[in-house]
């Protein structure tokens, strides 16, 4: 070990195991871990504990090795020469004093609106973050919906008021769209598909590819990349004209139908195959079995995938969405959509106590652009627009990446290069970090106490704490919370910064008459509250209570009264390809290094693309041969792997940023493959401002020449 910071947790208890959760990703997989040997060995489940979890997944387990694995981590404060030939280290206090005077100069000539601060996952001092942007007056700290999943969030927050939960463990059909549990890494999720599974629920996934969660579906929709908008609206038609639809709820709970009915006679089971490739005999089948099973029966909600804010249309597929479940009748029921969970709220420091900043009144640079999204939410990639107008100056970017995660790559380094400064906080050199002014090295998440966390289950709301496993490995590297405190004194404002992390922990608990020393000690608590049910009368907190299927909010968005048929905004002509992405058991959200070690272990590699295998024997291509993909967006070799389970009109690559994003110059290890965003333009949806990540294509080259071919 090298110098210690903080004394942590662990040291504190005499090597003994503690309690802590995985920093992966938000399910927070809960272990007890011990240092063995110079490893971190983490031992499964926690029992009692809410997220507990029976194994950590690929990505969980690889991450235990983050805090030992040298290769790009940032280790000293780093300071990008005027001329742009590389960084030289300089100390905390040189980069702190530096960035203070460039910040303070920013505020000084432009106002503090001039300044912003995005942030990723996992950023886990966000806490300090947040002081930080208020104490110096702005209100912009963004997070990563634009690049996620604002279309979706913002098709259903106008059409029921929030975006629902299924309740898996209670249905008994379900239907996921782009989405898939078995890849999304969550162990809890996949184990509780398939004990829905077992209990006999109907699973339907319908995906262009045969993911994880096709492969032990009932039944697998292979649809159009972009075209499960038709999809729906085939399976709406069917329940109205068949008259399965719940005539009860929708007498009693929506306006408009008898508006939706008429325009929904020509989406056919044969208009929406058309569209979508989907046979209509599976659309009818689909729309049967779901309406037998209803109301305990549910489309779900989505997630990022293929509709979160892939395409243009994405927006009115959560729509669509939302339509097919009303029809149904789910909402509010068992085996349904939920309603929306009770807040847990936590304590906060005593403003008496502490010197707490305002916030700062007036909304986000950048959401005045997009009416119809909910302003708290920050839009990521509206700090492009912003930039661009020269309204945003100077950027913090805390364990996040504009220039490889929130679009095309290549424009966004561009874009990013026009402010006046840009700070990146991070463990390693991402493609933002080395276009930054200053970079400032952050510890990896076993590494700092990263504060109290909250779960609200069926029946009760549980608090818990994430232990620190080792002490802090570099002696320049800082937690976040210290990072935003040693800038905010540099700044003139640390008098908001004047508690421990502990003070902040204690406080938070302290409603729940939970002691912070115990939590700590046991790793969780319970709070007492009592819950309330997730079913029954339906939550549906819009405007006059009641769901409009022929809205005026979407016609004067311009997406009509009721939703029906867009067209992605780009349609790849004869020979061109969609270029799509998703996870695989083993992939990451931030790194193909670790995606790469995963896929290893389960005999893959990133290193390739998938094509659909007649497909590609029409085109003469073997499975392994090395390829170009071709668009006006550049040019690049990769492998290929052919597979029967892939729709033909598209190529489908790894999620994990790299491929060209990472730089080929770098030669670094995230080089790999063809990067998910590196052949689709940089665009904004017009009406959510989101990355629109699938609209794009491609074309296939073969490469002739037999030595190319020998790689
Ligand atoms: S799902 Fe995986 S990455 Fe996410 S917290 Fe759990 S183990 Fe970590």
Not at 111 to 129: E, I, K
Not at 131 to 151: I, K, Q, T
Not at 193 to 215: E, F, Q, T, Y
Not at 260 to 281: I, K, Y
Request: with cysteine; charged share 20%.
């Amino acid at each position: 070990m090298k110098g210690v910071i903080e004394m942590a947790s662990a040291v504190k208890r005499d090597g003994r195991a503690v309690v802590t959760t995985c920093g992966g990703c938000y399910a927070d997989c809960a272990f007890a871990a011990r240092v063995e040997d110079g490893r971190v060995v983490a031992e499964l489940p926690v029992v009692g504990h809410p997220c507990a979890a029976r194994a950590l997944c690929a990505r969980g387990r690889h991450r235990l090795a983050m805090p030992f694995d040298e290769r790009d981590r940032i280790v000293h404060p780093m300071r990008r020469r005027r001329d742009g030939s590389g960084f030289d280290a300089i100390t905390l206090d040189e980069a702190f004093a530096q960035i203070a005077e460039r910040l303070l100069g920013i505020v000084d000539g432009h106002g503090p609106r001039a300044l912003g601060m995005t942030l990723g996952v996992p950023s886990f001092d966000r806490y300090w973050a947040y002081r930080f942007m208020h104490a110096l007056g702005s209100p912009n700290v963004y997070g990563a919906d634009g690049a996620c999943e604002v279309s979706r969030l913002t098709g259903w927050e106008h059409s029921l008021g929030y975006s629902p939960a299924s309740d898996l463990a209670h249905t008994d059909c379900i239907m996921y769209l782009g989405r898939s549990i078995v890849d999304s890494s969550t162990m809890g999720a996949v184990d509780a598909l398939n004990d829905a599974r077992r209990r006999g629920a109907k699973i339907i996934v319908v995906d262009p590819r045969r993911s994880g969660s096709a492969a032990l579906a009932d039944r697998w929709l292979r649809v159009r990349p972009g075209c499960d908008l038709a999809l729906l609206l085939g399976i709406a038609h069917v329940l109205i004209a068949e008259d399965l639809y719940d005539h009860e709820f929708v007498a009693r709970y929506t306006t408009g139908f008898d508006e939706l009915a008429q325009a929904a006679r020509p989406w056919t089971p044969e208009w929406a195959e058309s569209m979508c490739d989907v046979p209509a005999a599976e659309i009818v089948a689909t729309a049967r079995d779901l309406a037998a099973a209803a109301p305990a029966a549910v489309v779900d909600a989505g997630f990022h995938g293929g509709i979160g804010i892939a395409y243009a249309n994405s927006t009115q597929t959560a729509r669509a969405i939302c339509l097919v479940d009303v029809l149904l009748g789910c909402i509010g029921h068992a085996g349904g959509a939920l309603n929306p969970p009770t807040p847990l709220v936590l304590g906060d420091l005593d403003p008496a106590r502490f010197a707490t900043p305002p916030v700062p009144r007036g909304t986000k640079l950048g959401s005045q652009r997009y009416p119809l999204v909910d302003p708290e939410r920050g839009l990521c990639t509206t700090i492009g627009q912003s930039i661009l107008a020269g309204d945003l100056r100077g950027l913090i970017v805390y364990a996040s990446n504009p220039g490889a995660g929130y679009g095309n790559a290549g424009a966004w380094l561009s874009i990013l290069e026009q402010l006046d400064l840009l700070v990146t906080v991070d463990i390693r050199w991402s493609e933002t970090a080395r276009v930054s002014d200053f970079v400032l090295p952050d510890v990896t998440y076993l590494e700092a106490d990263r504060g109290v966390g909250t779960v609200v289950g069926a029946n009760d709301a549980r608090v818990f704490y994430r232990n620190a496993v080792l002490p802090v490995q570099h002696d320049d590297t800082r937690p976040g919370r210290e990072i935003f405190a040693g800038l905010a004194q540099a700044c003139g404002v640390g008098e908001y910064f004047q508690f421990a992390s502990d003070d902040l922990a204690a406080a938070q608990v302290a409603p729940f008459g939970i002691d912070l020393d115990e939590l700590k000690e046991r790793g969780w608590a319970d709070t007492g509250m009592a819950l309330p049910s997730r079913t029954g009368e339906p939550a549906i907190p819009l405007d006059g209570g009641k769901i409009a299927l022929a809205s005026d909010v979407w016609e004067r968005a311009g997406l009509g009264r009721v939703p029906g048929w867009i067209a992605p905004m780009v349609e790849p002509s004869p020979g061109m390809f969609r270029l799509i992405s998703g996870n695989r058991p083993f992939e990451s959200h931030t790194s193909r290094r670790l995606a790469a070690a995963g896929a290893a272990e389960v005999g893959s590699d990133l290193d390739a693309v998938q094509m659909n295998a007649d497909v590609a024997a029409r085109m003469g291509i073997v499975d392994g041969e090395v390829v170009e993909l071709v668009s006006d967006m550049g040019r690049d070799r990769v492998r290929v792997e052919t597979t029967p389970y892939l729709h033909p009109a598209c190529i489908f690559t790894s999620a994990a940023p790299g491929g060209r994003s990472s730089g080929a110059d770098t030669g670094g290890a995230q080089a790999l493959g063809v990067g998910p965003l590196d052949h689709t333009p940089l665009r904004w949806d017009p009406l959510t401002g989101a990355a629109l990540t699938q609209e794009n294509a491609v074309r296939v080259e073969k490469i002739t020449e037999r030595e190319d071919n020998n790689e």
